[in-house]
């Protein structure tokens, strides 16, 4: 476990939330600890999408409480599920990287040099520097999944939240990306928090699992989870 000073910067408690007065999802309990690798796994409706929105700010809890630890609100970053739209978007790399950082100059109109070096220094980290002033829909999906993943960076030094970023990439890719995002909660010890659906990959590289159906039905290291009765049906739907 990558947990260094033991620091928990998100805990919620009995945590729900209702649409049109039906439960979507109900009875969270669960923290993140600084240096955590939280992977979010469960079935399409399970409730992890409205989880990543609550936790953005972006939806209010019908009940039970949600901390999250200073400066995060506005300092998180976040690599959302990509559309066709973004895919073909008619912008530069290093514009769409650059653009992490809006959401920290307020109103301030122009980048700081400290943003563009930032900014390179993340390209480079990921492996896109050369790609700097190519158009963003030019990129192969793997490319572009690096520079959206630099323009997550450029907006948090502490927490990103990733929802389903290997989604449609072809298998090398997405084993790239997992490597990627290993090396980037051990070496910049930035915490994750990733929705996905491949639980097989994600028990190889996060330190904690929480699997939802509408409900908490585990929340724990990886290794308990592998070893727990949630753990051996789900991983077993799919090693058949």
């Keep these: 476990m990558n947990n260094w000073d033991m620091q928990t910067i998100f805990e919620c408690h009995d945590l729900c939330y209702a649409y049109d007065e039906r439960n979507a999802i109900s009875g969270l309990e669960f923290s993140v600890v600084e240096g955590d690798y939280l992977c979010v796994a469960g079935e399409n409706g399970a409730g992890k999408s409205t989880l990543v929105k609550m936790m953005l700010g972006l939806l209010k809890p019908a009940s039970g409480s949600l901390w999250m630890a200073r400066g995060l609100r506005g300092g998180t970053g976040y690599l959302p599920q990509q559309s066709a739209a973004q895919k073909n978007f008619p912008a530069g790399v290093e514009e769409v990287v650059m653009s992490g950082f809006s959401g920290k100059r307020k109103l301030l109109p122009f980048y700081t040099a400290a943003d563009r070096r930032t900014a390179r220094l993340n390209m480079e980290k990921l492996g896109i520097a050369g790609l700097a002033s ?38 090398l890719a997405a084993q ?46 990886a290794d308990d989870y592998i070893n727990s009765d949630t753990g051996k049906i789900f991983l077993g739907k799919r090693r058949q």
């Excluded at 990129?139 to 907006?155: D, E």
């Excluded at 639980?199 to 585990?218: D, E, G, H, M, P």
């Design 134 to 171: 190519r158009c963003f829909g030019e990129l192969s999906g793997g490319q572009q999944r690096r520079a959206l993943l630099a323009r997550a960076l450029c907006a948090t030094e502490k927490l990103l939240v990733l929802d389903e970023p290997a989604s449609g990439l072809d298998p």
């Design 176 to 221: 790239e990306l997992y490597t990627l995002l290993e090396k980037i909660n051990r070496d910049m010890k930035i915490t994750i928090v990733m929705v996905s659906h491949d639980i097989t990959s994600a028990v190889k590289y996060a330190n904690k699992i929480l699997q939802l159906w509408r409900r908490q039905l585990f929340f724990g290291s």
